[in-house]
DNA sequence: TATAAAAATGTAATCCTTTACATTCAGGCG
DNA sequence: CGCCTGAATGTAAAGGATTACATTTTTATA
């Protein structure tokens, strides 16, 4: 039913070998050849198959990336920089949701076994063990790269934002406003993120002679909801802490949220301040002061690492790729009360 | 290098045929050859190769997304719906952007000639005239499922929110409360969404006696800064409207800035509603009126919707299937001023 | 003009599974 | 014991491209 290449090549009046290469490598065929099967081509409206030329290459020219959370704005903005990226070597993007695997049974990396996807992205730095030694097999593990996230026990290559530089950036324009009593809003204990950026907190503390005692952190996630239920805690607290360093800006504007419930007025009573600098940020009641990190550059520069590593050509950026992160100073910040 | 169904048949002494009825129809085998067969490829690691497989099944078993915009968490929330029910039929997803096809040259439909994948699910109304070509002829339109966003000139399969009644329910709320004098912030002209829910509040305010004319309709886009934009246009009207219907969350969390600016309250000068209730809708600063539209919900019907088509099983809902929308209540809403 | 080198083309093997069709085998029945 | 049935297995032909190797044609050189 559909026109494959022999059907070209008979119509055309030359061999199958000679087809393919005038539609893989123009320049290996005479002109009158390469017209001839450019005519049948268009006429016919031949297409290759896709799955005969990768099992006869032994490339899928398609990449996994594997998402904690397809919903989740911060992610997909991540997936959209590697879209990009791909789109422009002209391969595909096949997408899954890491928590699936729990659910379906069959692992995500399946599909790198079965030679489906050249190689995998990985934007979740908490896989289950049995993930994990998957991941860490000689032949899967160099066609690996994770993007924002990482495993901090094992080696792969990683494209992540500087969160300790972020953090420290957060407290230093704190500390510059005058406020010396804070609370870390963290999301997941066991995520990379959090305790980086908590490191970056602290260090910046410590360099001011403060420190963040464990009474101070708060929070177990990076949702709205987790920034909105400590806003009560927060305002029961005496002496009540001026600034708050959160961990995402969904908990902040969670929290902003809560305060406002709570009559606290932000920055008045209490300062704010996100981290990611999504979209909205800029537009919260008041203007999240946050974090800024570069997610598009993260997906790209991901992208872009993972196919030099199939490539075989040498990677642009070793094994770890670190983006700069600035402070985007807005309305969430202001002077301690007295 | 790596172990294939040969290999497998070999070492468990059974021929190929054998081999692959183990592993795709394992009561066809007797006891005896599926044990071996499975003991082999534990021990020795053998993963179907899924191009071999597509090649000769004629099915590649993946779904293909076009999505306008990947890094809008609107479109990647309805994204990770089609991933829920598609990694339930063991059937993947590839994820592409619409307006990348201007770019890259390729067209995206590229990938169902190929029989890189069975299906087509598409979230994008607006595309350009040869891509609505393509996806016309025969072959190619039986495979494509409409999500969200639809084609008005063209009849294909799809899923989407009932947003006339979206845009009825947001008005009459509004009535309800006393106002009279309205605006609506529309998105695009040309998108289908846009005219269907300035339909509906049409429609609502016929009912009423009103009307809205061409200068109370403002905006080109379904972003913050269109929104933004428009409060200092809003401000400056005389007599100033009292109501706003938002063709997006964004538009109106976007807008709700803009009036804080001009000195504006929400709700006591301004009522403004929203549609979609993104996440963060319940946390905005007042928390937002939306009309709320099951965004998760519609990407599994369009998955399922899509499965259905390919399988040939008589589909769940003929050619259209609409999910209803609800008001949600919240504190960017009230009394019309006296 | 003869010959060597280069360019163009063709033949057929290969990539790995699935499956139609053929064959073998075991057990039941007359 | 011979025949029949049904289950289990095997053989080999697709499926559609790419490409190593062989062959033919063209072009350049002496």
Redesign the interface.
């Known amino acids: 039913m559909?026109v494959s290449i022999k059907d070209i090549a008979r119509i055309s009046g030359v061999s199958t070998a000679t087809v393919s290469r005038a539609l893989s490598d123009p320049e290996r065929v005479s002109e009158k050849a390469r017209k001839a099967v450019m005519e049948a081509v268009k006429t016919h409206?031949y297409?290759?198959?896709?799955?005969?030329r990768?099992?006869r290459r032994q490339r899928?020219d398609?990449v996994l990336a594997v998402v904690p959370?397809?919903?989740?704005?911060f992610?997909?903005?991540i997936?959209?920089g590697v879209?990009?990226e791909l789109?422009?070597a002209?391969v595909?993007?096949?997408?899954?949701?890491s928590r699936?695997s729990d659910?379906?049974g069959?692992s995500v990396f399946?599909?790198l076994?079965?030679?489906?996807v050249d190689g995998l992205i990985c934007l979740d730095g908490n896989l289950p063990d049995s993930a994990q030694q998957e991941l860490s097999q000689p032949d899967v593990a160099e066609r690996v790269v994770f993007a924002c996230e990482w495993m901090p026990d094992a080696d792969f290559p990683s494209v992540r934002s500087d969160n300790r530089a972020g953090g420290r950036l957060a407290v230093e324009h704190l500390l510059e406003l005058g406020h010396r009593d804070f609370v870390f809003m963290a999301g997941p204990r066991e995520n990379i993120l959090t305790a980086e950026r908590l490191a970056g907190v602290q260090e910046a503390l410590a360099k001011a002679g403060l420190s963040l005692s464990d009474d101070r952190i708060k929070g177990q996630d990076f949702t709205?909801e987790e920034?909105?239920a400590a806003a009560e805690w927060l305002a029961a607290l005496s002496p009540r802490p001026t600034a708050v360093v959160c961990a995402s800006d969904?908990i902040a504007?969670?929290l902003?949220?809560g305060l406002?419930q709570q009559g606290l007025s932000v920055p008045d009573d209490v300062s704010v301040v996100g981290f990611d600098d999504i979209?909205?940020a800029?537009?919260?009641?008041p203007?999240l002061t946050t974090i800024r990190q570069d997610r598009?550059g993260l997906g790209r520069a991901a992208a872009r690492m993972l196919l030099a590593r199939i490539d075989g050509t040498a990677p642009e950026h070793k094994g770890l790729c670190t983006l700069p992160v600035t402070l985007m100073k807005r309305a969430s910040t202001g002077a301690a009360p007295a």
Chains 1, 2 share one sequence.
């Open positions: 559909s409206g297409r290759v198959n896709s799955h005969a990768s099992l899928a398609a959370h397809l919903g989740n704005p992610f997909s903005t997936l959209s879209e990009f789109q422009q002209g595909d993007l096949l997408v899954a949701d699936a659910r379906g069959r399946a599909h076994h079965a030679s489906r709205l920034g909105f969904q504007i969670g902003m949220a406002a979209a909205i800029a537009y919260a009641n203007s598009i």
